[in-house]
C-alpha cells in the first residue's frame, strides 16, 4: 500500500462525486456540470492531501480527459482539452521564478541581503522586523513560494535571532522576542505576496480569471496597483503587532553584532552571489520595459534562468530536484484548465447570475458598501481551505462574476479579491503551506495565532478598501 495515498478520503471523493454525477440540476448544461465534479473533487483532494499535490492534479486531469472523450469531437481533443491548461503562459512563469528562487537560496544570496538589513536596521526589536521585511520585499518578485522565502529564507534568521537573545521556544522567554518575530514575518510575507505576479502562486490564476471578466492586468500594472496599499500595510502591520504582541526586549544593538558574525561566516560575496544579483536585476528592469522590446515576462523569466544555467549558478542536477515547481506545473494547470472550461461553458455566469438574483436587493446599496462584503465574505471563508489557492480556483470567478453584477467596477473588485487572496493566509496556522513552519516552532500558540490573524486581516482589509480605492482612482483604474 502506497503510504502517500490516503485511501479512505479518496474513496470518500470518488463515491460522493459518483453520486453527484447523476444528480445534475436541469437548469445546468452536463459538460458544465461534469467538468464542476471533477474541478471540486480536484480541490478537496489538495485540501484534505489524499495524495502529492501534483499527483492529485494529474489525477484530475486524467479523469477529465476520460469523461469528456465521450462529448469531444475526437479522443485527441478530448486529451488537447485536458492538457490545455500547460499552454498558459502564466503558468510557466510562475515555475520558473521557482527555479530562479532557488538560486537565492542555493548561493546564499537571499541570506546575506537578509543579514545585511538587521546589520543596519537592527537595534530596535522593531528595527529588526522591518529589516526582514525589507528583505522578503526584495526577495518577493522572482519568489514566488511563500513558503520557500519566508519559511526557507527569512524564519531560520529569526529563529536565530530569537534565540540568540534567549528567547526560546515553548517557554515563557518566547514572548521576549520570539512571538512578536515569528508573528511579524508571517504576516509581512502576506502583504509582500500581494505586490509582484511573481510573488505567490495563486497570483497569475487570479490574473487568468480576472481576463475572462475583460480585466487586463500585466506584471507593471499588478505591481503599480499593488504598490499603493501595500506600501502602507507594511509600515503599519509591525507596528499593529508590535501592540498585539509586546514583545518585552524592546532594544536590541546585539543584533547587529549577530548579524555581522554570521556575515563573517559566509565570508566575502561569492562569484556566484554576484552572478545571481546581476541576473536578478536584469529581469526586474525586462520585467518592467521588456514590453518596449516585444519581450513577455515569462520570456524574460527564461532568459534569466537560462543565464542562472549558462554560468553554473544553477545545473539541470537543480532545476529537476525542484519538485515544489514541478508539482506547481501539474496541479495548477489542471486547476486553470478546468476553471476555464467552466467559464466557457457558462457555468460561471450561471452560477454568478443566481447569486446575484439572490442579493438583488443589495443593488439600492453604494457598490463600495458591497464591495466590503463580498471581500469579507470570501476572506473568511478562507477558514474552511488549507490552501490559497484551491480557494481561489473555487471561488474567485464566482465573487467576481456577482460583483459585477452587483455593479462593483471590475478592477477595483478583481485587485481587492486578488489581493485578499494572498492576505488571508495568515488568518490560521494551516491556511497556508507555511503556517506549520511558524506554528511549529513554538513561538505562538493557537489562541495568539488565530487572535492576531484575524486583527491584522481585518486592518489590512481596511488598508486595502481605502488607500486601495484612492489610490486606484488615481492611477485611472476605475
Known amino acids: ?43 478537496v483532494g ?51 521564478a521557482f527555479f530562479i528562487a532557488k538560486g537565492f537560496i542555493k548561493t546564499g544570496f537571499g541570506k546575506r541581503i537578509a ?18 521585511s525589507i528583505a522578503d520585499l526584495i ?12 519559511g526557507g529564507v527569512i524564519y531560520p534568521i529569526a529563529n536565530s535571532l530569537s534565540q540568540s537573545f534567549n528567547s526560546l521556544p515553548n517557554d515563557s522567554s518566547r514572548k ?37 471578466f475583460g480585466v487586463q492586468l500585466s506584471w507593471v500594472g499588478w505591481f503599480m496597483a499593488a504598490i499603493g496599499p501595500a506600501l502602507i500595510s507594511l509600515i503599519i502591520v509591525p507596528i499593529a503587532l508590535y501592540f498585539i504582541m509586546k514583545p518585552e526586549i524592546k532594544h536590541t544593538p546585539e543584533a547587529k553584532e ?57 545545473t539541470w542536477d537543480d532545476i529537476k530536484s525542484e519538485k515544489a515547481a514541478w508539482d506547481t506545473l501539474i496541479w495548477f494547470s489542471a486547476l486553470l484548465m478546468m476553471a476555464t472550461f467552466l467559464n466557457k461553458l457558462g457555468f460561471t455566469q450561471w452560477f454568478g447570475n443566481e447569486i446575484g438574483t439572490q ?10 458598501a458591497i464591495l466590503f462584503v463580498l471581500t469579507a465574505i470570501y476572506t473568511y471563508t478562507h477558514y474552511f481551505f488549507a490552501s490559497g489557492t484551491a ?23 478583481a485587485l481587492l479579491l486578488g489581493f485578499s487572496s494572498s492576505l488571508y493566509c495568515s488568518l490560521t496556522q494551516y491556511s497556508h503551506a507555511r503556517g506549520p513552519i511558524l506554528f511549529g516552532s513554538g513561538y505562538i500558540t493557537t489562541k495568539e495565532w488565530w487572535s492576531a490573524g484575524f486583527k491584522i486581516n481585518l486592518l489590512n482589509q481596511i488598508i486595502f478598501l481605502t488607500v486601495g480605492l484612492l489610490w486606484w482612482k488615481m492611477i485611472g483604474l476605475y
Open 115 to 132: 543579514l545585511i538589513m538587521i546589520k543596519f536596521l537592527g537595534k530596535r526589536t522593531l528595527g529588526l522586523v522591518y529589516g526582514l
Open 359 to 368: 442579493l438583488q436587493f443589495m443593488t439600492s446599496i453604494h457598490w463600495i
Open 391 to 413: 480557494q481561489v480556483a473555487a471561488l474567485y470567478s464566482v465573487f467576481l462574476g456577482v460583483g459585477i453584477k452587483l455593479g462593483i467596477p471590475a478592477y477595483p473588485l
Open 46 to 96: 489538495i485540501v484534505l492531501n489524499v495524495m502529492p499535490i501534483g499527483a492529485v492534479g494529474l489525477l484530475g486531469i486524467t479523469v477529465f480527459a476520460i469523461t469528456s472523450a465521450a462529448g469531444a469531437t475526437s479522443s485527441k481533443q478530448a486529451i488537447m482539452d485536458a492538457l490545455s491548461g500547460l499552454d498558459s503562459y502564466l503558468i510557466w512563469l510562475i515555475v520558473v
Open 176 to 212: 521576549k522576542m520570539g512571538t512578536f518575530l515569528i508573528a511579524c514575518i508571517g504576516n509581512v510575507n502576506d502583504i509582500t505576496a500581494t505586490m509582484f505576479i511573481t510573488a505567490y502562486a495563486a497570483n497569475p490564476l487570479i490574473v487568468k480569471l480576472a481576463e475572462g
Open 139 to 150: 526577495l518577493a518578485p522572482a519568489t514566488p513560494s511563500n513558503t520557500a522565502r519566508c
Open 258 to 314: 549577530f548579524a555581522k558574525r554570521e556575515l563573517e561566516k559566509m565570508g566575502p560575496i561569492s562569484k556566484d552571489e554576484i552572478i545571481m544579483c546581476f541576473t536578478f536585476l536584469g529581469i526586474l528592469i525586462l520585467w518592467i520595459f521588456g514590453k518596449q522590446f516585444g519581450l513577455h515576462s515569462t520570456t524574460t523569466a527564461l532568459i534569466g534562468l537560462s543565464a542562472l544555467i549558462i554560468t553554473g549558478v544553477l
Open 1 to 43: 500500500m502506497n503510504k502517500q495515498i490516503k485511501v479512505l478520503p479518496l474513496l470518500s471523493i470518488f463515491v460522493i462525486g459518483a453520486i453527484a454525477w447523476f444528480i445534475r440540476p436541469q437548469s445546468i448544461d452536463v459538460n458544465s456540470w461534469h467538468t464542476l465534479i471533477i474541478f471540486l473533487a480536484t480541490i
